[in-house]
């Protein structure tokens, strides 16, 4: 079974700064992809990144960059440059090869003026 | 439409009623998901659609949960006899590809609120 856990429940960053949120992950299976979502209050899953398993390189998307420790099954998301409207509860989540997500519990992030 | 829509947006039912959850998922998209979302955790896999076949059910809670798509496009989830653990955001999602594509982008609708009182 795919198991995804966020150990950090809440996180708080002043505006400009680079905050990194974690995420670990356990499966036996060797392809997956790696995502993180944001979601706002409305409730609507807004993708930020996402990583192929089978690539060494970290993805990057603008000010989103990820940590990917395949060995370690450690998926990290590091925010440059924090916004406001970056605020938002983010979550990890893992895809197999059928397209099934599971997510973690989730981290509330806090970005303030 | 431009992305998944769903609806109701928020349901409120009294416990013991029967609701009905709708969801249009992107045009042309042959995958459907619905996940179960409880206050203050991560989503939850319910079920999976390849067209009108569903293929995984496993993650339904009960058999009080029942989910259709019988033309391969709109899907209900249909929840009977509501309980007060029902109440969560119901989040559909939909793909272009089916199962197997694995890495296709994945599109969620905003969920529909269930309060069961």
């Known amino acids: 079974a795919q198991t995804v856990t966020q150990s950090q429940p809440e996180m708080s960053v002043q505006e400009a700064e680079t905050v990194t949120l974690s995420c670990t992950y356990d499966t036996s299976e060797s392809n997956y992809y790696l995502f993180w979502y944001k979601q706002p209050p409305s409730r609507q899953m807004i993708l930020v990144i996402r990583?192929?398993?089978?690539?060494?390189q970290n993805a990057t998307e603008n000010r989103f960059s990820v940590n990917f420790q395949k060995a370690a099954k450690s998926f990290s998301l590091k925010i440059s440059d924090s916004q406001l409207g970056d605020t938002a509860m983010y979550f990890c989540a893992f895809m197999n090869n059928f397209n099934k997500f599971y997510f973690g519990s989730g981290t509330k992030l806090n970005v303030k003026p | 439409g431009a992305g998944v829509s769903q609806s109701p947006r928020y349901k409120v039912a009294k416990r013991g009623q029967d609701v009905a959850l709708r969801c249009d998922p992107i045009s042309g998209h042959v995958s459907l998901f619905w996940y179960q979302q409880a206050l203050g955790q991560g989503p939850e896999f319910l079920t999976y659609f390849q067209n009108e076949a569903q293929l995984d059910k496993s993650g339904l809670p009960s058999d009080r949960f029942f989910a259709e798509r019988p033309e391969g496009s709109v899907s209900t989830l249909k929840i009977q006899r509501t309980q007060q653990e029902d109440s969560a955001v119901y989040l559909c999602?939909?793909?272009?590809?089916?199962?197997?594509?694995?890495?296709?982008?994945?599109?969620f609708g905003e969920g529909s609120w269930l309060t069961v009182v």
């Open positions: 999602a939909s793909s272009l590809s089916a199962r197997g594509a694995s890495g296709n982008t994945i599109y």
């Open positions: 990583q192929e398993a089978y690539k060494q």
